[in-house]
């Protein structure tokens, strides 16, 4: 919105947010202004010290800012990055963060709570100042008391804020008393928040013009042809109740999260064994080691988080795991290229070269519920750590439907019988798309046979 108001960004891209030919989800270095790619978290502090060694040999006088968010802090890398800046005396740099109390599901403090921020960052030797984050004066006296007061080292100005703040609907402060769950972090608002929000926005806007001697705002209307969102059964949510009903089986099942409560579908774990729930919050390499410790005392934990954050992140660790030879499930949402909302920050396409070839790892990946069902049992029961693959796309029709049948280790299913070629693929979106070309192609006079092979790295050769 900032880029679009200087007139550094083109407004339209914005009604095409998270679609082709629109805006990506998170920052990325494609649009217009964005010097970095985001989504994946904790490495700003870092870069930012890049810069500014590159600034220093390149002969150039520079400031650079980095914002973070208080939940983002959770990210080891971020207190890593501190003591080195402080060591090389760099006063070019600031770090604002946004400190609102909440992080993608729920309170910070009932997360991993930060703490004495104030300690910590004047512990590695930065300067430290607060305001408040939504008075831009209060900003601008605390960039003009960094600049005096700290010239020679990095400072860090904690900025209070309330997310969501200046609009009620959407203000962390309108949140019930109780609830647990600010619910306008990621997603689409209803219509009645959209609408309730609208209302709201404008007011405030139109009593400023008023307040100056201007008219109102102007409303124009866009027609967007957009597809519907479709209905119908997403593996992870289906997973989420499925395990809810095994750890009732058995004891050993331990559910671990990383501040992905509602997009790995774990609310109802969460809610039926609080004491077996470990909300490990934005900090994936704790959690993997977290989970061979709990696998060592005889346990059975379950990883969550996004595929793109879960295979890449703790890679050594998983291999760590793996290589003691305790058994850890690994649980990927969001899994492949699709869907691609918050843009490639959050595709997962690496995943299973990167975990296919873990020792005592097998890579294993659901089409439908029924199969997700024996791929969940699998899990309970093997002595290997295993990659569960899921993706979120809805499962498509032809296949919700499928009928349980056992699940073997290397082998297939085969969906579809012919007689000239034979195409081997996994999960609902792949398997759609090879039954439709198989369609295509009979018309052309030609047979595919397709087969649903669930296991990525196992394959049986007899």
């Not at 060694?53 to 890398?77: K, P």
């Not at 099942?253 to 490990?280: K, M, N, Q, S, W």
């Not at 290397?410 to 070309?437: N, S, T």
Request: net charge negative; with cysteine.
């Amino acid at each position: 919105a900032a880029m679009i108001a200087l007139g550094r960004l083109d407004e339209d891209g914005l009604h095409r947010l998270r679609r082709l030919g629109g805006l990506p989800g998170h920052p990325d270095v494609g649009t217009p202004g964005m010097p970095f790619n985001t989504g994946s978290l904790g490495m700003g502090i870092s870069k930012a010290k890049g810069l500014v060694l590159a600034h220093r040999l390149a002969g150039r006088t520079s400031r650079v800012v980095v914002m973070t968010g208080d939940g983002e802090l959770q990210e080891g890398q971020n207190w890593e990055a501190l003591p080195s800046a402080a060591r090389y005396g760099m006063g070019e740099l600031t770090v604002v963060v946004d400190h609102n109390r909440l992080q993608s599901d729920t309170y910070v403090t009932d997360v991993s709570d930060l703490g004495d921020l104030t300690g910590k960052f004047t512990a590695a030797g930065w300067g430290v100042l607060h305001c408040d984050g939504h008075d831009p004066r209060q900003l601008e006296k605390a960039f003009a008391q960094r600049a005096e007061e700290h010239p020679d080292r990095p400072v860090v100005i904690v900025a209070d804020t309330v997310k969501g703040g200046g609009c009620p609907t959407f203000a962390a402060t309108s949140m019930a008393p109780g609830e647990w769950r600010y619910r306008h972090h990621s997603g689409a608002p209803s219509p009645e928040d959209h609408d309730a929000a609208y209302r709201e926005l404008t007011a405030t806007a139109d009593e400023i013009l008023r307040r100056h001697g201007q008219p109102p705002l102007a409303p124009e209307t866009l027609t967007l042809d957009l597809p519907a969102k479709p209905s119908g059964v997403r593996l992870p949510e289906l997973y989420g109740r499925l395990l809810t009903e095994a750890a009732h089986e058995d004891p050993r099942i331990v559910a671990l999260d990383g501040d992905l409560l509602l997009d790995t579908g774990l609310i109802p774990f969460r809610d039926a064994h609080p004491d077996r729930f470990v909300e490990c919050g934005i900090a994936e390499q704790d959690m993997v080691s977290m989970a061979g410790g709990l696998a060592a005392g005889g346990l059975r934990p379950f990883v969550h988080s996004f595929s793109c954050f879960l295979h890449a992140r703790p890679n050594e660790h998983i291999y760590n795991n793996a290589t003691e030879r305790r058994p850890v499930v690994y649980v990927g949402s969001l899994a492949g290229l699709l869907p691609a909302g918050p843009g490639h920050s959050h595709q997962a396409v690496r995943d299973v070269s990167a975990l296919g070839s873990v020792p005592g790892l097998t890579v294993l990946e659901p089409s439908h519920p029924a199969q997700l069902d024996a791929a969940l049992r699998y899990c309970r029961t093997t002595p290997d750590s295993v990659y569960l693959r899921l993706s979120s796309q809805v499962v498509p029709a032809e296949l919700a439907e499928l009928p349980p049948a056992p699940l073997v280790p290397g082998r297939g299913h085969v969906l579809r019988a012919g007689r000239d070629a034979v195409a081997f693929g996994a999960g609902p979106v792949v398997l759609a798309q090879l039954l439709g070309a198989a369609g295509i192609l009979a018309a052309q006079g030609v047979e595919l046979t397709v087969v649903d092979l669930p296991w990525h790295n196992r394959i049986d050769p007899t």
